[in-house]
């Protein structure tokens, strides 16, 4: 089986998390832009409602667990946040 | 204990009318009406799920006077148990609050089967509705007569929201006010009634049993403090939409349970509440916070909410499964700025 590099992963998460914001969260036909590093609860994206319904479509995705000591804002208040904390899970798992 | 349903879904043709619309002249049962008629009354909500064209239909239940009754009506030719869910999603509202009605044997059946969450009754049972006990509340509340027309502000909410470039644009141009005050005896029925339908955003930190919650509630209990929340916006107003009860001591405050209506989700609501009771113990000279949640399997979304707000779990869990969460008020947590406080 092929080995995925780091950067493809990355990149790979990264489409997943934006198409999942701007398919729940963006308006449709808006140039939408987001930072990678925006807080994603200060911008009025992800209150605490959405992000557990992000969790749960990211656990099913990526075929993960989230555990609830891990719902912390240094993993999930911006793209880019989230983005590390699936890939140090990710990491961590195929050890 | 039955759960208190929260919305019916009707079915059209010999369910809410006799005869079938597309065919000919209709008639509304007159049990039917009632029912309709009097749930709104006590705050259950009603929509629509049919099979057949959309604006004949529409046409009979507007002349009928029965229109405004029904929220998101599903009326075209996709399977029922679809059309379920997406009202489900629309007006945010859990399978198993949802009661579903029809004539047609095979669609009661049919939804059971896929929907097993939702009730199903038949047609003609619909006059004995207003009797069933899961569509009594103890209490018909200012929020609940007008609970159809929170839904309705909701929905052109989400009209205007489209127009908006981004979303935090949109929710400064909603112009929030929220306000947080003691709770008076007059609140008492609101406030029971949100710690009781509040699933999701309910931290059920500990059951109080109604006596108790009535002797907290009258100003008795001595070193407890109810706040309740008030929110309005552009589209008018939502109510009492939250209630936290606080136990107050002199070096610390300890939140003994907050619930919020899932009316208000997805617009930092909850955080608004939480901040601004911590801001208020900071500027009491507070300096740390508890809070008490227990996972009920429904309401992890406040759990994240403390999480998120800096709180930590602490070692100590109570027998009941309570745990104990801590935050040290170095600096009191921010409220979302496009929510103005009043």
């Known amino acids: ?95 | 204990m039955s759960q208190l349903k929260k919305c019916i879904v009707w079915d059209l043709d010999n369910t809410l009318w006799d005869g079938v619309y597309l065919e000919g002249d209709v008639t509304v049962r007159p049990g039917a009406r009632q029912a309709v008629e009097e749930l709104d009354r006590r705050g259950i909500l009603h929509s629509i799920a049919s099979r057949g064209e959309e604006k004949p239909a529409l046409d009979v239940l507007r002349t009928t006077g029965l229109l405004d009754f029904f929220l998101v009506p599903r009326i075209n030719w996709e399977p029922k148990p679809k059309n379920i869910l997406a009202i489900s999603a629309e007006l945010r509202l859990a399978l198993d609050s949802m009661i579903f009605i029809d004539d047609d044997l095979f669609e009661l059946e049919q939804v059971a089967y896929m929907l097993p969450e939702v009730m199903t009754i038949e047609a003609d049972l619909a006059p004995q509705l207003v009797d069933h006990r899961c569509l009594l509340p103890d209490r018909v509340t200012e929020e609940a007569r007008h609970r159809r027309h929170f839904y309705i502000a909701e929905e052109q909410r989400r009209q205007a929201e489209r127009t908006y470039p981004n979303r935090e644009a949109f929710l400064k141009s909603c112009s929030m006010n929220l306000r947080l005050r003691p709770m008076a005896a007059r609140d008492s029925p609101r406030v029971l009634e949100l710690i009781s339908r509040t699933h999701q955003l309910n931290t059920v930190g500990r059951v109080f049993a109604q006596d108790e919650l009535l002797e907290i509630l009258s100003g008795t209990g001595g070193r407890w403090f109810v706040t309740v929340a008030e929110l309005t916006d552009r589209f008018g107003s939502y109510g009492t939409v939250g209630t936290a009860i606080v136990e107050r001591t002199d070096s610390s405050w300890k939140l003994y349970l907050l619930a919020v209506t899932c009316r208000v989700l997805g617009r930092g609501v909850e955080r608004a509440i939480l901040a601004t009771l911590l801001q208020e113990a900071s500027r009491n000279g507070i300096s740390h916070a508890e809070a008490l949640y227990r996972d009920t399997g429904k309401n992890r979304t406040m759990l994240a909410l403390y999480q998120m707000m800096g709180f930590r779990k602490c070692d100590a869990l109570h027998e009941d499964g309570t745990a104990v969460f801590s935050l040290t008020l170095d600096r009191a947590p921010a409220k979302p700025n496009w929510i103005v406080m009043s």
């Open chain 1, 1 to 95: 089986m092929w080995k995925m590099n780091t950067a493809d992963v990355k990149q790979e998460i990264e489409e997943t998390l934006w198409n999942y914001i701007r398919d729940n969260y963006l308006p449709r036909n808006a140039e939408a832009k987001l930072g990678g590093n925006e807080n994603l609860f200060d911008n009025g994206i992800l209150d605490s409602a959405g992000l557990i319904a992000f969790v749960v479509y990211l656990e099913k995705k990526f075929g993960m667990s989230i555990p609830d000591e891990d719902l912390l804002p240094e993993n999930f208040s911006s793209l880019e946040s989230i983005t590390s904390y699936i890939l140090r899970k990710k990491g961590s798992a195929s050890m």
